[in-house]
């Protein structure tokens, strides 16, 4: 793929031997279970009341408005730390600024899709990325392959963790953002609502981030530390979030970043140009607390934790492949950074 046209996305390849083995994701919103890991609780004071939600097929987006009405506030009152699945049960924080008045007992909301658990406040909005991670518990059902090459793949993601590709919802229906992200760069199309743009932007700069460990996983090498690496806090090698400044890897794992740059450079100038910092993430994503049974011969239940910005699906994909049924349509999903 070059420069040209990226109207579909690549196939990124994957870390383990494939099992061979398929199964079926989200047949049920109980399948798909997210429970967020906050980095603080409500102190009980403040100008704002967050609100500990249990959704259950309703889109963070479509709660947040909801929430909005219910305290008579504006949209942009209301903050969430990260993006749930649609198709799903999942448990949330949400914040409301309400600094004046009297506060609301939203515990007595009523709604079909979704119910407050507690409510309490506190000192500061919830932004995107305000999270330690999730908990994931899925269901897989009508499994299907070698029951073997499946335990070899789960136990290898256990103990060495799985490329941390961004996931396939952060690219739009078929890559579509991805296209519309280089068309905006190159000035073939002008972006005027700054969501898009923002929507465009991320998807880009996730594309080549894949590139790169992509790359580093075709050649053998993604869970290894090249020369030049730069290394996280948890001494995991990082790769690339493209943006202004200089690449901060050397030798080895530079040459390979600007290797995949010079292969992209309409999508790196633009995203220098668009006023973006240059930032590193993780190579490896490591799943916590990993852990599954076979509570049918045709039925695998997996639970893990991921910090924030890591993908389930990720995870899933090097285990066997899955399908979802057809209403998935949602580019959400349960790990936003």
Request: with cysteine; hydrophobic share 40%; proline share 5%.
């Amino acid at each position: 793929m070059t420069d040209a046209q990226y109207t579909t996305l690549p196939q990124w390849p994957n870390a383990y031997p494939a099992s061979g083995a398929s199964a079926t994701l989200k047949l049920l919103n109980e399948d798909f279970i997210v429970t967020e890991l906050p980095l603080q609780l409500p102190s009980g004071e403040g100008e704002h009341i967050w609100l500990d939600i249990e959704k259950n097929g309703a889109n963070t987006a479509f709660v947040a408005q909801q929430l909005a009405e219910a305290a008579g506030v504006q949209d942009r009152d209301v903050g969430y730390a990260g993006l749930k699945d649609r198709y799903a049960i999942t448990r949330q924080w949400f914040s409301i600024y309400l600094p004046k008045g009297e506060t609301p007992d939203l515990t007595l909301l009523q709604h079909p899709e979704f119910k407050v658990l507690s409510q309490s406040r506190h000192v500061k909005k919830l932004r995107p990325g305000d999270l330690q991670g999730n908990r994931f518990r899925i269901v897989l059902r009508d499994v299907t392959g070698d029951r073997d090459a499946i335990e070899a793949n789960l136990k290898a993601v256990a103990s060495r963790g799985v490329p941390n590709y961004f996931g396939a919802q952060r690219f739009g229906h078929d890559g579509g953002n991805v296209e519309q992200g280089r068309a905006m760069l190159a000035r073939e199309i002008r972006v005027r609502n700054p969501k898009k743009k923002g929507i465009y932007l991320s998807a880009v700069r996730s594309f080549v981030f894949n590139e790169v460990l992509a790359l580093r996983v075709q050649q053998g090498l993604w869970g290894q530390t090249l020369p030049g690496d730069v290394m996280d806090e948890a001494g995991r090698p990082t790769g690339p979030l493209w943006g202004r400044g200089r690449v901060t890897a050397t030798d080895q794992a530079q040459a390979l970043e600007n290797g995949v740059a010079e292969r992209h450079a309409i999508l790196c100038d633009g995203m220098e140009h668009a006023g973006l910092d240059q930032e590193r993430r993780a190579l490896v994503a490591s799943p916590a607390e990993m852990s599954w049974e076979w509570p049918q011969a045709n039925q695998l239940v997996l639970t893990f934790s991921l910090p924030a910005g890591n993908y389930a699906t990720s995870v899933l994909n090097e285990i066997l492949r899955v399908t979802e049924p057809a209403r998935q349509t949602e580019n959400e999903s349960a790990s936003v950074e």
